[in-house]
């Protein structure tokens, strides 16, 4: 038939039946099961809509556009290179070169892609929100103007129904676009595409139930998966969680709510972010802080709203027996927000529970934990120190013997203490807050002859994490030369002379190893600390470490390292100046000094 139809028409009318009849086939090919064909379809159907003049995609666009909408299903493998060539169909259509007629079929398209802002598919709803919002921006205006003349057709309808009544993914649908219809509005401050009266009041209730469900966060029972661009793998009931609060969020910009008729809702609304920062979906959690974020920037809340919203959370906290992860990482989040309302007593009973935790037989016997919160809720805990006010003085020395307590139990651990644990990597923001405090408070403590607090400042400075720690410590120079290099003891009576040679030593060693470790992080540091470097040179010259190194057997076992650690600290300062193309001033008299070693016999090659 098309053979025939081509033969009765001349050359151009022929090519341009081809072409109906191609566009046509190609649509009917979008809505086929066969997913080859559904996946070519739109490869097929780029080159028309890039080459072909905006007056011929007119005339086809509402087929077009409903076509690529079906192809923008979450069932779909490539669905997002159909919403985006929707969107630069909707881009050639109604662009600055916009044909005769356009306006008309703007309206059109508004029409059919206001009926999608509901789908159940997610997938759609994208597209379609995407194509208003491109559509909205090519005639310079905006997506509520665009929506209003259909609020009556399309938008009032999502009010009319009770939302637990429908389907689960028919209540996500109606939520998000309820949503997006009030955040346009609060957008560009037109007047409100749904305003706030007795159906939205009505919505927003039943919403709210919705956030507040517990159940909705998932429940021990299996439950069905929603598959979808923004939500791959996370449960419809999560999604609608997330949704719910999403729209919760974006109602607060009502002023109507301030009104004193609907006080009780709007504090309710309030209270349901403080709640479902404690609920055990990241999703959830993740959306709710969001929330509370933005409604503490644009407002100062009343005092008894924050302590009926915080007294659950506070309730919980009083006793070591409720204590959960989520309860703490919502804690945690609440804190980084509201830090100025809580006080130091909020440390105090936190650190009264770690104590608990040092005791691993009483944490057993209690029998109200899972298998692992011995760990996770300690770590917990010691990352909420950094977000409370200012108080090393109060909690520095305090967290440090917990943590070191709490590392005892740990397989594996010495009585001098161990490398690295998750205790501590929950010390470093604390250590990096209280910085100059910290390096002051373990200086002292490894001049007493600590192993542990030394142990304990090599990781946290060793750590990525701990740059202000490790800032702070680079800069305490004199500090850490007369507490390590510099460190003498008299005594009085000779026998003792012995032992404190060998104290004097370990200290030496200890800086050793602290210069190391800042060397390894801050390769410039030692080329600009000229006492420093003086400082290893002598001890490498020493008649006292030769002397060490003809009878290493006796040393102690982590001191047999040192000409190892001097030697990595000298080419860190050569190739520093090497790689700036300078000549360091003791660059050239390290390189020969260092070829002493081979000279000499050690346990460490």
């Excluded at 010390?427 to 403590?445: C, G, I, Q």
């Excluded at 008299?490 to 190893?513: C, D, K, S, Y």
């Excluded at 290493?552 to 090497?578: D, T």
């Amino acid at each position: 038939l098309l053979a025939t139809t081509l033969e009765s028409l001349n050359a151009a009318d022929a090519l341009a039946a081809y072409r109906e009849y191609l566009v046509t086939e190609l649509c009917h090919l979008c809505y086929t099961a066969d997913s080859a064909c559904k996946g070519g379809a739109p490869l097929a159907l780029k080159p028309l809509v890039a080459t072909r003049p905006p007056e011929w995609l007119l005339t086809h666009e509402l087929r077009l556009a409903a076509a690529l909408l079906f192809l923008s299903s979450d069932a779909y493998a490539d669905a997002s290179a159909a919403a985006d060539l929707l969107i630069e169909l909707v881009g050639r259509c109604h662009g600055a070169a916009a044909p005769s007629g356009a306006a008309e079929v703007a309206d059109a398209l508004v029409a059919t892609l206001a009926s999608e802002l509901s789908s159940s598919n997610a997938g759609v709803r994208d597209a379609a929100r995407r194509a208003v919002a491109k559509l909205a921006e090519l005639k310079k205006g905006s997506v509520a103007a665009l929506l209003a003349p259909l609020r009556a057709e399309y938008l009032a309808p999502l009010l009319a129904k009770r939302l637990r009544s429908l389907p689960l993914l028919t209540q996500v649908a109606y939520v998000e676009a309820i949503s997006f219809c009030i955040k346009q509005t609060s957008a560009d401050g037109s007047a409100p595409l749904l305003p706030l009266d007795a159906a939205m009041v009505g919505v927003l209730r039943e919403v709210l139930a919705t956030a507040m469900d517990e159940e909705a966060a998932g429940g021990p029972r299996e439950r069905g998966r929603m598959l979808g661009l923004h939500v791959r793998g996370v449960s419809v009931e999560v999604r609608l969680r997330v949704a719910c609060i999403e729209l919760l969020c974006a109602a607060m910009v009502y002023e109507g709510l301030k009104a004193p008729e609907h006080t009780e809702l709007r504090n309710k609304m309030i209270a349901a972010f403080f709640r479902c920062l404690t609920v055990k979906s990241q999703h959830v959690v993740d959306v709710a802080r969001d929330a509370l974020a933005k409604v503490v920037s644009e407002q100062k809340l009343q005092k008894e709203l924050l302590q009926s919203s915080l007294r659950p959370i506070l309730l919980n906290l009083a006793d070591y027996r409720k204590l959960s992860v989520p309860l703490l990482h919502g804690l945690a989040r609440l804190l980084d927000l509201l830090s100025n309302f809580f006080n130091l007593t909020l440390g105090e009973k936190l650190l009264e529970h770690l104590k608990w935790w040092t005791e691993p037989e009483k944490i057993a016997n209690a029998k109200s934990f899972k298998a692992g919160d011995e760990i996770k809720i300690p770590c917990a805990i010691l990352s909420l120190f950094h977000l409370l006010p200012r108080a090393p003085e109060k909690f520095l020395e305090k967290l440090v013997h917990v943590t070191m307590e709490l590392e005892k139990s740990l397989p594996g651990s010495t009585r001098e203490g161990r490398h690295w644990s998750p205790f501590r990597e929950k010390l470093v923001p604390y250590m990096n807050r209280h910085a100059p405090e910290a390096v002051v408070y373990f200086l002292e403590k490894i001049k007493l002859g600590d192993p542990g607090h030394f142990k304990l400042l090599r990781s946290l400075v060793k750590c990525a994490e701990g740059t202000e720690l490790r800032n702070e410590l680079a800069n305490s120079t004199a500090a850490l030369v007369a507490t390590t290099f510099d460190a003498k003891f008299t005594v009085a009576n000779p026998a003792l002379a012995t032992q404190t040679r060998l104290q004097e030593a370990q200290l030496r060693f200890q800086g050793i190893v602290l210069v190391h470790t800042l060397v390894k992080r801050m390769p410039a540091w030692l080329p600009n600390q000229p006492d420093v470097l003086r400082k290893l040179t002598d001890i490498w010259l020493s008649a006292e470490r030769k002397q060490r190194l003809t009878s290493e057997e006796q040393m102690p076992l982590e001191q047999i390292v040192e000409s190892k650690l001097l030697i990595k600290c000298f080419v860190s300062y050569c190739r520093h100046h090497a790689s700036e193309g300078t000549m360091g001033s003791r660059q050239v008299e390290l390189l020969f000094m260092m070829l002493s070693i081979f000279s000499e016999h050690t346990l460490v090659n």
